[in-house]
């Protein structure tokens, strides 16, 4: 039995961005291996976002509050993702995972424009931290589905804004939904090329 080889992706955003839902979505795309929720779920999906129908059963997934942990095997490797709470009490939290990461991304919900702003302070924070320096970021300009989102032109340069901020790492912006599935394929594959 060979080892494969292990990669940690961090999934972070605000509370409510679609962190739970993408990974679910990805799971769907790759098959899963295995998953736990090590925390109990509060908040249940109301089924008002969207008309299209769901790739993943959405009434399962809640507002994350502590940590769903996932696992895909594929492409020869096995990545391990850490869904972390996104509510500010828990983006405290984040930090203790960064020196163990291989990728993180990072979810946009493209329909809250009043929460941009606190979504990028989030997101300044996080990428100013010295112990995630150089680690492939992949943002997701999430729920594209939504008639009314911002589309990735008007998400990118909000995130992408300053190079020296972003540094050395590779950076996407990719538009997404973790309902539909879209972009969840190539968000995925673009993260396994910059980690191998
Ligand atoms: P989290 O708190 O970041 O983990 O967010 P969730 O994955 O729990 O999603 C929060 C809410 O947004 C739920 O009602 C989801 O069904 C909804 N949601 C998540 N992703 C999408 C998406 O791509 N499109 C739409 N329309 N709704 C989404």
């Not at 979505?25 to 976002?49: C, H, V």
């Not at 929460?115 to 924070?125: G, P, Q, W």
Request: glycine content about 8%.
């Amino acid at each position: 039995l060979t080892e494969k080889e292990e990669f940690f992706v961090l999934i972070l955003g605000l509370d409510n961005a679609g962190k739970t839902t993408f990974l679910e979505a990805a799971k769907a795309k790759f098959g899963e291996k295995r998953t736990k929720s090590l925390i109990p779920l509060t908040r249940k999906y109301d089924g008002k976002n969207s008309d299209k129908a769901p790739l993943v059963n959405t009434s399962k997934i809640t507002t994350t509050v502590g940590l769903n942990i996932g696992r895909i095997d594929t492409h020869g490797i096995r990545l391990n993702f850490w869904d972390l709470g996104g509510q500010e009490e828990l983006q405290a939290l984040w930090d203790k995972y960064y020196a163990e990461c291989h990728a993180v991304i990072f979810t946009v919900d493209s329909h809250d424009r009043e929460r941009v702003s606190e979504s990028k302070a989030a997101f300044d924070a996080m990428i100013s931290n010295s112990n995630i320096t150089g680690v492939p970021l992949l943002v997701l300009a999430n729920k594209q589905d939504l008639p009314e989102s911002m589309g990735v032109r008007e998400v990118k340069p909000i995130f992408q804004d300053n190079d020296e901020k972003i540094g050395n790492r590779e950076c996407m912006v990719l538009p997404t939904s973790g309902l539909t599935g879209d972009g969840v394929v190539e968000g995925i594959e673009w993260l396994i090329q910059c980690i191998q």
